[in-house]
């Protein structure tokens, strides 16, 4: 009787959406105006690597505070791994040498200053442009699923230029879950982040196996297109779910591409599917292009009217990402505007402030918008007054 009830009592909490964690004091209002910045991977690495990361993780926070930035993105698993010691991913190569926990380091300077962290997941990339599996680290649960003898288990990975959790895997579907779980239960975090990569490619080939499969066992089967999206659906709904069930509080946000279009038919994200159910809180388009791009509709004002409607007449919060990483920028075709103004970053980030049905921006990446190069110092500037 007693485990019958226990039963009960979780699927109680389960469905009203109660929380398992002790609610917490927000850094910030709900309803204030997010200003962001993501700290990639690579960014956090060159840190790892200084002589003193604690010291050059102090001049970072005091640089956002320098620019009012509340919310900090930081990059805890790029490809499989996690800047934490985790219970299914392996460690990240360079945090190995520390002695502390510095995910925790960096949450608690963070929220000393009174800037929200939000822990960004890459879901499902292992590797990229890398297909060598006997890389992998030996400690990882991917490793475990490619090295052992159950057969099946290897149908979790997908492997195409590069190496993939299998988005119609339910074990793979729990893998990331657990792992949003773990993190958002073990550290006192503002937000889950997840990014642009879905689906990394439309062939057919990439989880022909488990089409076919899905195919044979169905009178009346989705389409391929139809069945991936499916997939990553299940994934986003799953992430909610065990979010919110530790911790209401807890925001989960989605950075998708900046063609809503190309996000649903090329990467399998149907972002209005998203907004529609309800299940991601804010989502921050990448919207990394300026006002004299040379094919229109990729123009900033024109991607931000088409995001404005999207998310219109829902409770997702519309959050801009804004291209630092583009201030002085060479490459072409953006070198011509970017070299010629200063202003890009300050202009954008005005008229989304200036807009009741924008909610904040963030900036790409943090390198990027703290480099010492006279034209970003000049963008830097701009922000600040």
């Known amino acids: 009787m007693k485990r019958v009830l226990c039963s009960i009592l979780i699927l109680s909490l389960f469905f009203c959406g109660c929380s398992i964690k002790e609610e917490k004091t927000p850094l910030a209002d709900s309803n204030a105006y997010v200003k962001g910045v993501w700290f990639t991977y690579s960014e956090i690495d060159s840190m790892l690597s200084s002589n003193d990361f604690k010291k050059e993780f102090k001049n970072a926070v005091s640089n956002l505070s320098m620019l009012k930035i509340i919310d900090a993105f930081i990059h805890i698993r790029a490809f499989g791994d996690s800047l934490y010691k985790s219970d299914y991913f392996p460690l990240c190569e360079k945090v190995e040498k520390y002695d502390f926990d510095v995910f925790e380091y960096m949450i608690e300077n963070c929220h000393n200053a009174g800037i929200r962290v939000h822990a960004w997941i890459n879901p499902y990339r292992i590797r990229l442009a890398n297909t060598d599996t006997s ?7 991917v490793y475990n699923w490619l090295n052992d003898e159950d057969i099946e288990n290897d149908n979790n990975i997908c492997i195409s230029n590069g190496i993939y959790l299998n988005p119609a895997s339910a074990q793979s579907r729990r893998l990331v879950i657990d792992g949003v779980r773990e993190a958002a239960l073990n ?14 490619t439309t062939d057919i080939e990439f989880d022909k196996s488990s089409y076919e499969q899905y195919v044979a066992e169905n009178s009346s089967p989705l389409s391929l297109e139809f069945w991936r999206r499916a997939n990553v659906n299940a994934l986003i709904s799953g992430c909610y779910t065990a979010i919110k069930f530790i911790d209401k509080e807890i925001i989960f946000s989605i950075s998708p591409a900046a063609s809503v279009g190309k996000n649903y ?23 990394y ?3 004299e791009y040379p094919v229109k509709e990729y123009c900033f004002e024109e991607l931000l009217a088409i995001w404005k409607n999207t998310i219109a007449s829902y409770d997702t919060r519309l ?12 490459q072409e075709p953006d070198n011509t505007e970017w070299c010629k103004y200063d ?16 909610s904040g921006h963030v900036f790409f990446s943090y390198s990027s918008l703290f480099s010492n190069k006279k034209a970003n110092e000049r963008a830097r500037k701009l922000l600040q007054e």
């Open 265 to 287: 038919s090329e990467y399998y994200a149907d972002v209005s599917a998203w907004v529609t159910a309800g299940c991601v809180d804010w989502i921050i388009p990448q919207i």
């Open 289 to 291: 292009f300026g006002f």
């Open 343 to 358: 202003d890009i970053l300050f202009r954008q980030s005005e008229i989304c402030q200036n807009d009741n049905t924008v």
């Open 135 to 141: 890389s992998l680290p030996q400690s990882g649960t």
């Open 319 to 330: 959050i801009i990402g804004l291209a630092a990483y583009k201030v002085g920028t060479t």
């Open 187 to 200: 550290y006192n975090i503002d937000g889950i982040h997840f990014d642009d990569y879905f689906y990394p």
